[in-house]
């Protein structure tokens, strides 16, 4: 075992302090990573706040890891000592279902191992800690490439919000001159916005916030619709190819499947503590729309992502932040007080 500084949580309300905590040492197929970066997400501060369920304490959140690898095991193929790495949200999956053997472990019908806060039975049933730490070692087959000359720090929200936004674009196949919606410009909202214009998109976007508009079209968007304005929102109707709906309060999704013109598809991101209200299946029928959610990336697509972002200089807005910084981080994620993703710089432990 190897020890590591990190910074954990040992109950819902004592926020985050320094601890140590223990790393296997890599076997035969694991990639040992040296952490320099991890990115700040919501569930970060719903997981640890025991907000999702009962957190198991002590616990380690961060599932947006970049890092450079300092050890392999001897059966490692696709990785080298020296080169910049990421993992994201799973660190392994049953890898015998249908949706692993498709490439599609977010959906493993065992359940995946999360990178943080999940018994890992490939590990004697330890819980997973996650990149709140100088280092992590992890299996080879959920370890991705960062491409050369990624801001790496940029780069670590994009293991989370970058696939979990590029997945469900690729799936509805959005090319050149489609017309997509994104609905919320928080840290999903954001790459929505850059990927979807990376992909030929003309964008709009759909806040409650007029003052949000000149940061929308600083992004790329090529039009703003102020969501409580019903001039705005009537105009909007049916011009619509595709909509991603990246908020996570309570909404209704009938006023936005409303903008989606025949055959379009609302893919829902954000997913609300409570209920939301009812959709209208007589929009679905009259339309042939469709209403679907979408959960992160399998591995090979988030590979595929961090290609593509490099290639189109795609990248995470983010702001840096050191380890005394994290719990006054949280408070400000909560009350939507950054642009647009928070990184913790992990040589600050």
């Known amino acids: 075992m190897t020890l590591v500084k990190a910074y954990a949580a040992v109950s819902a309300t004592s926020g985050l302090r320094p601890s140590t905590i223990e790393r296997r040492e890599p076997g035969a197929h694991d990639v040992e990573i040296a952490i320099e970066f991890c990115g700040l997400c919501h569930s970060d501060v719903h997981t640890i706040r025991s907000e999702w369920g009962p957190a198991k304490y002590p616990l380690v959140p961060g599932h947006e890891i970049v890092g450079i690898v300092s050890r392999v095991g001897e059966s490692v193929e696709g990785f080298t000592v020296g080169e910049r790495v990421g993992v994201g949200c799973m660190v392994d999956s049953c890898r015998e279902c249908d949706s692993c053997l498709e490439g599609f472990e977010q959906y493993c019908e065992v359940g995946n191992v999360g990178t943080y806060n999940v018994a890992d039975p490939r590990n004697g049933g330890a819980i997973t800690q996650g990149g709140y730490s100088q280092g992590i070692v992890v299996d080879e087959n959920y370890v991705v490439h960062i491409p050369e000359g990624m801001d790496p720090a940029a780069a670590a929200p994009l ?148 290609d593509f972002c490099a290639e189109h200089g795609v990248v995470c807005d983010i702001e840096l932040v050191s380890a005394d910084e994290l719990d006054g981080a949280y408070d400000r994620l909560v009350a939507g007080d950054v642009k647009y993703r928070f990184v913790l710089d992990v040589s600050t432990l």
Do not use: W
């Not at 929009?283 to 988030?302: D, F, K, N, Q, V």
């Open 159 to 306: 293991l989370c919000a970058g696939v979990t936004t590029y997945s469900p674009l690729r799936y509805l196949d959005v090319q050149e001159g489609d017309k997509v919606g994104v609905v919320g410009l928080g840290g999903l909202g954001h790459m929505a916005v850059k990927i979807a214009k990376a992909l030929g998109a003309t964008v709009t976007v759909f806040t409650t916030s007029p003052s949000k508009a000149e940061a929308a079209k600083a992004l790329g968007a090529d039009h703003v619709v102020v969501s409580t304005d019903a001039a705005q929102m009537e105009s909007a109707k049916k011009s619509l190819n595709a909509i991603i709906d990246t908020v996570a309060a309570v909404h209704d999704i009938n006023a936005y499947l409303r903008t989606l013109a025949r055959d379009g598809a609302l893919i829902q991101l954000g997913l609300p503590s409570e209920k939301m209200p009812p959709v209208d299946p007589g929009l679905l029928i009259r339309g042939r729309l469709a209403y679907g959610g979408s959960l992160i990336g399998g591995i090979a697509e988030t590979q595929e992502m961090l």
